[in-house]
């Protein structure tokens, strides 16, 4: 009797498909560029592609330094997700990128056409992304974006039964944003509903959370649980996301936790596109927020694991948690 061969799953990145075993340390939560609905309309707007690329580079290689290989970038369609750009990053770093189908929420997101469409039309939409590409790029995603405001709206649980029809036919694995971490059970109904393996599902922007329980019972159902703003202590502090990883260790539940940074290489708005959470009016121009934010692009490693580490995680776990996780996260 021969050997048997055991066949690895793969992930489409935008340069084509990896193992899920080549994915390495993966952060599942990144952008390399994001774009609000109407900033391009403003007369201020001095966007440069150029420079953008290589901020872009410049940032892989400061993850790389950590041992980073991979990012996800979930960009939602709607906030001017750009594969060719995602592409050219890969390509000049070295950096695995694995990119996103999908619409943001209802709040910001979901343009008009699509919020008259049923949810096997938007399940259409992306499943021709999946099978297709996206446009003209012949770039296929890799993953399904879901997201989801406070609370939940019609639009938003509609898109999302859409992309779970998309994820269920298609495989693809589903990574969510949930505003002000609240609407992750919504979420989760809503994939289950439509025969989604939760196992492939990571419901992300936990970090918010007063209680560690939610991300345990979020866990317990079969999903990921991502605390996944790491640096942004303008959403959370940092004490609380110490706080958030520890319970999900002490509930046996470190194996259904990805920790990831959520950070932008770059925001196309020449203003500020959203209102400030409370503290920070002393922060009156984007400048001044990307400056507070800049030296933060890789607190994962400088802040929070030694934050960890003085809390009693070991390194290995640590690592686990960045490495295994997406493995299995995207069917490894």
């Known amino acids: 009797m021969g050997a048997s061969v055991r066949v690895m799953a793969t992930v489409q ?13 993966t952060l599942v939560h990144e952008h390399l560029s994001i774009s609000y609905p109407g900033d391009q309309l403003d007369p201020k707007n001095t966007w440069d592609r150029k420079a953008n690329i290589e901020a872009g580079v410049e940032r892989m290689a400061r993850l790389a330094g950590h041992g980073v290989r991979t990012i996800v970038d979930p960009c939602p369609i709607d906030l001017a997700r750009d ?7 890969a390509q000049q770093s070295g950096m695995q990128v694995v990119c996103a189908t999908g619409f943001y929420h209802e709040d910001i997101g979901i343009p008009y056409y699509w919020r008259v469409r049923s949810a096997e039309e938007v399940a259409e939409l992306y499943l021709h992304e999946i099978e297709h590409g996206i446009g003209e790029t012949g770039i296929r995603p890799g993953c399904i974006k879901i997201a989801s405001f406070d609370p939940p709206g019609e639009h938003d ?3 999302i039964a859409g992309a779970a029809m998309a994820a269920a036919e298609s495989g693809r694995t589903v990574i969510s944003h949930c505003e002000n971490s609240v609407g992750g059970d919504v979420q989760q109904e809503i994939l289950a509903t439509h025969g989604v393996d939760l196992g492939r599902c990571l419901i992300g922007h936990q970090d918010p959370a007063t209680d560690p329980q939610q991300l345990v019972k979020l866990a317990e159902r079969g999903t990921f649980v991502g605390v996944d703003r790491v640096g942004y202590d303008v959403l959370a502090p940092d004490d609380r996301r110490v706080e958030l990883v520890m319970a999900m260790v002490d509930a046996g539940k470190t194996d259904r936790l990805c920790l990831s940074q959520d950070h932008m290489c770059c925001l196309r708005s020449p203003r500020l596109p959203y209102h400030l959470p409370e503290g920070m009016d ?20 400088t802040g929070l694991w030694p ?20 493995r299995r996260l995207f069917g490894g």
């Open 157 to 159: 649980r509609k898109v």
């Open 307 to 326: 934050a960890l580490e003085a809390a009693g995680l070991d390194r290995g776990t640590f690592d686990s948690i960045l490495t295994d996780n997406p």
């Open 13 to 25: 990145s935008v340069l084509g498909p990896i193992d899920t075993a080549d994915l390495g340390p």
């Open 282 to 301: 002393s922060v009156q121009s984007l400048g001044m927020l990307n400056d507070r934010l800049h030296e933060r692009r890789d607190f994962i490693f």
């Open 83 to 89: 594969p060719e750009l995602m592409a050219e990053v």
